[in-house]
């Protein structure tokens, strides 16, 4: 499977030498759990978007420091890929900064959360057993780094996990689109650096709290099989109706 990897943003540069750029991240987690995967990648965040919808098989996004509603061209230009790609029935999976961005597009609402930041990990239960969620399990445990959460999904939504923290965690729209505010792509070593990092923008607290979670088991393969399955069953669909 080929999949376009939507860019929207860079590792930190202090950051890169020990866990890379983001495509390099996302290409060691999902060649892990299928080495047949191939990424191309659009860097969005500098205005570069594909300009063909069916480039590749399916598409991601990355995360980003950006928020969905800060109002910058390339963002508003990548909303309208994400239409354009709702509207051919082209398989899309929004990580954190895509799953808001999938809400925005298709006319959800995405807020600064008043619960404040999300980091290290995030325990979420699961509210839905979707086809594609082989093998099964009744939780999903992913590091997270968020301020703003989706509120309220797009019209046609399934809500599919959740926590008190995040109450819309993980979505399906129609067949096509799955949102995740989790990042399985970040290794736990990563996220301890970043939040390192970020200690003048975190309360010192929640960087106290999110260290110390980061003992707990991660389902970054689990997320990363059923992400696939969901996108070759979205796939197949599409073929059967073609």
Not at 4 to 9: E, I, K, R, S, T
Not at 58 to 63: K, L, N, R, S
């Amino acid at each position: 499977m080929r999949i376009g990897l939507l860019q929207c943003d860079d590792v930190d540069e202090a950051l890169q030498p020990r866990h890379g750029n983001y495509p390099a991240m996302f290409e060691r987690l999902f060649t892990s759990v299928d080495p047949t995967v191939e990424f191309r990648v659009w860097r969005c965040l500098d205005g570069e978007l594909p300009d063909d919808v069916d480039a590749v098989d399916a598409w991601m996004t990355t995360g980003s420091k950006h928020g969905v509603k800060d109002g910058d061209a390339w963002i508003e230009a990548l909303c309208g890929f994400v239409r354009e790609l709702w509207a051919a029935g082209k398989p899309l999976v929004g990580i954190c900064f895509g799953h808001q961005l999938i809400a925005r597009a298709l006319g959800g609402e995405v807020v600064k959360s008043e619960r404040g930041w999300g980091v290290g990990m995030s325990f979420n239960r699961l509210t839905r057993h979707a086809a594609w969620m082989e093998p099964w399990q009744e939780s999903l445990d992913l590091v997270v780094s968020h301020q703003d959460q989706v509120v309220r999904m797009p019209e046609g939504s399934t809500l599919l996990a959740e926590s008190d923290f995040c109450p819309i965690y993980v979505m399906q729209v129609g067949e096509t689109f799955l949102g995740v505010q989790g990042h399985p792509e970040f290794a736990k070593a990563y996220s301890a650096d970043l939040m390192t990092r970020r200690r003048d923008v975190v309360p010192v607290n929640r960087v106290r709290e999110g260290l110390a979670s980061l003992n707990a088991p991660v389902d970054d393969q689990v997320m990363a099989r059923w992400i696939l399955n969901f996108l070759r069953q979205a796939n197949e669909r599409r073929g059967s109706r073609g």
